[in-house]
C-alpha cells in the first residue's frame, strides 16, 4: 500500500468540506461494500445552540480508508446547524439510515478526532460493549492491531459513543457491528507525524479489508 505525503492528505478533502455545492450539508459514496465509514464532525456543528470546533482530520481520515477499501462513505460537508452524532432526527442520520438499509450495512465506522491534550493516539467507542458485540472477534483483532503497532488505546475513555451518538443509535436500530473512532488530531494534523499517521492507515486498512471478506 502506498504511503500518503502530509500534502496528500490535507488536500483529500478539498473538494467536499465547506462547498456550497452540497445543499444536504452531507454527501455520499456508496459501492457494493456492506462496510460503511461515516465522518460526521469535519466541519463545525452546532449542538443545542452552541457551536463546536470542527475535526476536518477525521473527515481526511475517512476519505483516505473509503479509497482503500471502497467502501460505502458519508461525510458531512458544511453545518447545518445540528450536530449529526447528537441529534436523533437530522439530514445526515435520514441518509444514513437509507444507506444502511439500502447497501444492508453489516459495519459501521464512525470517525471522529480527539483533542490533542488527550493522552492517547486512538478512543475507541464501543458503548460498554453494546455495539460489537455481535462480532467480538473483528473488535479483539482492532484493538491487537493497533497495540502491536505501537499506538496507545483506549477504549470508552474519554468518548464512549452512548446513546444518542451515531454508534449506539443504529448498531441497536438495525443489530450491526458500530464504533466510534477518535483519532487524537496530533496524528491527523501535524506534519512530523505523517509516518504515524501512515501506519494507522494501513493499520485500519487491514483490519477492516476483513469486512469485505
Not at 461494500?33 to 469535519?42: E, T, V
Not at 445526515?92 to 438499509?101: D, F, T
Request: charged share 25%.
Amino acid at each position: 500500500m502506498k504511503s500518503i505525503t502530509f500534502e496528500e492528505f490535507t488536500s483529500i478533502s478539498k473538494p467536499y468540506l465547506n462547498k456550497s455545492k452540497f445543499k444536504d450539508g452531507h454527501t455520499t459514496i456508496l459501492t457494493d461494500s456492506r462496510l460503511l465509514i461515516s465522518a460526521p464532525h469535519g466541519v463545525v456543528q452546532t449542538r443545542l445552540g452552541k457551536e463546536k470546533f470542527s475535526e476536518p482530520g477525521s473527515a481526511r481520515l475517512a476519505l483516505v480508508l473509503q479509497k482503500n477499501l471502497n467502501c460505502n462513505l458519508i461525510l458531512k460537508t458544511k453545518n447545518m446547524f445540528d450536530d449529526a452524532n447528537f441529534d436523533v432526527d437530522c439530514p445526515y442520520r435520514r441518509e444514513l439510515k437509507r444507506i444502511i438499509e439500502e447497501r444492508q450495512i453489516k459495519y459501521l465506522i464512525d470517525i471522529h478526532g480527539l483533542a490533542a491534550r488527550r493522552p492517547c493516539d486512538v478512543n475507541l467507542g464501543i458503548n460498554f460493549g453494546q455495539s460489537i458485540k455481535n462480532d467480538q472477534s473483528l473488535y479483539n483483532t482492532l484493538v491487537d492491531a493497533m497495540q502491536a503497532n505501537g499506538f496507545v488505546v483506549n477504549v470508552d475513555n474519554p468518548f464512549c459513543g452512548r446513546y444518542p451518538s451515531i454508534t449506539a443509535a443504529f448498531s441497536k436500530e438495525y443489530d450491526i457491528w458500530a464504533i466510534q473512532i477518535e483519532v487524537n488530531c496530533s496524528l491527523t494534523y501535524k506534519e512530523f507525524n505523517i509516518d504515524k499517521l501512515n501506519t494507522l492507515i494501513i493499520t485500519l486498512t487491514s483490519v477492516f479489508e476483513k469486512c469485505q471478506k
